[in-house]
């Protein structure tokens, strides 16, 4: 339902939201501290932390360093991280990671399930049940919303998956049925574009902005945050570095093109060449053949690098527990390309959060960013 609010209420709710988002960023503050940093007044701040106390997102307790006077400690406020939850949801590639979150986007308990060939309604109807059962003890008014990290683009509204090209799935309606199943408020958001949020907002990235994730397994995903804002251009909000057209005379690709990166970087083309699946396949290949793929990814890196100059690029996936040798021939075939005064502003690095469950707190990060943090 449309809610309307006065301006009176709106700028309470950019204060609140103001509040809330220097607590999570810049950690626990004095009630002077905030205010100044806020340029807001004593009074407003007043206001603003009483009804964040009376909801329970935050408490008041002892604060070291700054505002403390000699023999007086300074009473901060900080947030509730147990307060309220929410749902993060990975879809990936015949497997769904799941994870109960707090308002840190930290994994309280996880619950994972695989699928083979179902039907993708069928699939939401279990990410529904596994839900249910992560959130069983959760009173309802402290789960705050369900995010999904998709597997594709997603429309303008963020509730549908308009296309998953490695499923072979079109307009999965995942926050119209999650929503329908469970009566909590459901968003939905590209795969790798919350990954990269949640690095941005939670990670330990210094604050390197623009921030591009790279997520290599089935394909080749990647997702950028700007200004602290994730990059959603034109209507999907597509960064398709994986169908990237790398070779002339490559191989078809399941997006109908020949030649895409993600045909000769991605798990299922090592365990073609290494004739069998390993947790690390990046330690095992031999030299040459880790060549071309350090080559063809690098092509791949160096367009995102001189199109959208990133300052960081984090290497997931995959590349997440691959030996440091492997990350040190990606900087130094990327630096060969990249435009040469962007060659040494770039940073190549693992990512800092989530592990194999990278998603799902890429997409913990897009439920509090829509239903506390933004809202």
Known sequence: MDQRYSPVQDLRRHHRRLVLRSLRDDGPQPRADLARRLALSATTMTKVVGQLLEEGLVTEDAVEGAGQRVGRPSTGIRIRADARYVIGVQVGAGAVQLGLCDLRARVVRSASFA???????????????????????VPADRLLGIGVAAPGPV???????????NLGWRDVAFADLLEAALDVPTVVDHNVRSMALAECRYGETAGADPLLYVYVRTGVGAGLVIGGHPFRPGAYGVTELGHLR?????????????????????EPYLIEQLGRRS?????????????DLVDHLTTGLASAVNLLNPELILLGGIFAPAPESVFDRVRAALRAKAFPVLRDAVRVERPTL???????VGGAAVALDCYLYER
């Open 354 to 360: 989530g592990g194999e469950a990278a998603g799902v």
């Open 246 to 266: 790398v070779l002339e005379k490559g191989r078809p690709c399941p997006c109908g093109a020949t030649g895409c990166l993600e045909t000769v970087v991605s």
């Open 115 to 137: 699928f083979d060939a179902e039907a993708p309604e069928r699939v939401v109807a279990r990410i529904a049940e596994a839900a249910s059962e992560l959130a069983a003890d």
């Open 155 to 165: 429309d303008p509204e963020h509730r549908r998956n308009v296309l998953s090209v």
């Open 279 to 291: 947790a690390n396949p990046l330690a095992e290949i031999p030299d040459g053949l880790l060549d």
